[in-house]
């Protein structure tokens, strides 16, 4: 069941209980009343007549008359007046007598001085009167035809207003949830025609604070995310299908020069060279992507354990300095660590190998005299390290944008690579909850510094 009909369903349910149980209490107090009152005009119709009987000495006769008449038209009280030794003395009309006293019956009314009961549908009141220094017991009895009759038409009609109460409110409640539902039914819509072809479309979404307009925000800040990182993935894949297509032509190109026609021994062994240059390419390439994939692995994924930061830098420096052999790393210890914790940190060896072999790399790479430097020191929760070199800088324009993957500054044209090293440095910094920031001046040299946490 929709939302909307159960909300409908559930506004008429409350609303329809509440006026139950207003309308209940109205009837039942009304009935009460009724009955209370009877009661009240019964008692003043008995005492009247008792007076009109003892003190007025209004004959027998005449009374029961007034009460034969009177009964054709109303519904009339039926008085009777009996001593206490059960005496009948007087009686409007002993061939109909409803109430039928007993010896018993009088006993009581004496006892209690007051006794209200139903006989049949007719109520009956007993009481003991005094006059003159006597007690009498007089009996009063009546059916009241006018106020059942007020009590069954006020049931009726509230029976009605009721119904229609329910009608109405169903319809009402249909109508308002419709309303109230109708900017979540556009906007399912809308969200129906969002797909990966027109991620652009947004949920329109009104100025009011109200909680439908946020939710909508939300959603539409949610499509801004997914679009930017589909057009990064486009972005990405194009780069990558661009670096493959570059040298592989060159491969190409190079071996079919050399194909087709007779060449020396010389330019077979040089065509072969660059083509081993450009297969190498290819496969750092490669290597960069898989470890790029690998840093985007869900955190949980990757095996995390206790690692000692001076030892992967001394890897590091070991695999730079044998890829190349005029690169020269330096490691300086700031302060001298006093634990083992202070140079221990929460990671994953391979990755911060990686990371840590790009900045020396870049570091070499970019500088005349192919050196780059590590000063390492311990801050109270982590550890700081800062790789600097006196190469060629970076230009303040590019600086904001080394990180992303496949950017390479204005000064690429001094070295080789594929503008991955960066973006794949930053994520594994991050993904080891670290920071890593750049500060460059050109033809000064620039500083990387990383702050990693301690396990
Ligand atoms: P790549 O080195 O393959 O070009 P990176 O992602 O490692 O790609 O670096 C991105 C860009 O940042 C480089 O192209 C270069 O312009 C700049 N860069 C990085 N490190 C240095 C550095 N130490 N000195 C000068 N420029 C650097």
Redesign the pocket.
């Known amino acids: 069941m929709k939302i909307r009909n159960r909300l409908t369903l559930l506004f008429t349910f409350i609303t329809a209980s509440i006026l139950l149980i207003f309308a209940s209490v109205i009837y039942l107090s009304a009935k009460e009343n009724r009955e209370k009152e009877f009661y009240a005009s019964l008692k003043k119709e008995a005492i009247t007549k008792a007076n009109l009987f003892l003190n007025a000495k209004v004959n027998s006769k005449t009374l029961q008359n007034i009460y034969k008449n009177n009964r054709a038209t109303l519904n009339e009280v039926e008085v009777a007046i009996y001593d206490t030794s059960f005496r009948l003395l007087y009686h409007d009309a002993v061939d109909i007598d409803v109430v039928k006293e007993t010896k018993t019956m009088i006993g009581e009314i004496i006892q209690k001085k007051e006794l209200q009961f139903y006989q049949k549908d007719w109520q009956v009141i007993g009481l003991k009167y005094n006059f003159q220094g006597k007690n009498y017991v007089i009996t009063a009895a009546a059916y009241d035809e006018y106020g059942y009759k007020k009590l069954q038409n006020l049931l009726q009609s509230s029976i009605v207003v009721f119904i229609i109460s329910i009608l109405f409110l169903y319809f009402a409640g249909r109508f308002f949830s419709k309303k109230a539902f109708e900017p979540i039914v556009e906007m399912t819509n809308k969200a129906k025609k969002i797909s990966a072809t027109n991620l652009d479309l947004r949920i329109s979404s009104n100025e009011s604070k109200d909680e439908l307009s946020e939710m909508a925000n939300t959603f539409n800040e949610m499509l801004n995310r997914l679009e930017n990182s589909f057009d990064a993935q486009k972005h990405f894949v194009s780069n990558i299908s661009h670096e493959l297509r570059t040298p592989l032509s060159a491969i190409i190109t190079e071996l079919e020069l050399s194909t087709n026609k007779e060449r020396s021994v010389e330019e077979y062994k040089k065509a072969i060279e660059n083509a081993l240059d450009d297969a190498k390419k290819l496969a750092k390439l490669s290597n ?1 992507l898989l470890d790029f994939a690998k840093a985007s692995y869900d955190p949980l994924e990757i095996a995390f354990k206790s690692v000692r930061i001076d030892e992967v830098l001394l890897d590091a420096r070991q695999q730079v300095q044998k890829s190349n052999a005029d690169y020269k790393v330096t490691i300086h210890f700031e302060n001298d660590f006093e634990n083992d914790n202070q140079i221990l940190v929460n990671g994953n060896e391979y990755l911060l190998k990686v990371a840590f072999v ?2 020396l ?3 070499c ?3 005349q005299n192919h050196q ?1 430097q590590v000063s390492i020191s311990f801050v109270e929760n982590k550890i700081a390290l800062s ?1 600097s ?1 006196n ?4 230009l303040t324009d ?1 600086l904001e ?3 992303t ?8 044209v ?12 930053k994520k594994i910094i991050l993904l080891h909850k670290g920071a890593i920031s ?1 500060s ?1 001046k050109k033809d000064f ?2 500083t ?1 510094s990383v702050t990693i946490p301690h396990v």
Request: hydrophobic letters at 30%; glycine letters at 18%; a negative charge.
């Open positions: 960069s790009n900045l790399e870049n570091g790479k970019f500088s780059s790789f070199d190469g060629i800088g970076i590019d944008h080394i990180f993957p496949f950017y390479r500054g204005t000064n690429k001094y070295a080789d690579g594929n503008g991955i090293g960066l973006s794949l440095t750049v460059s040299g620039s990387f």
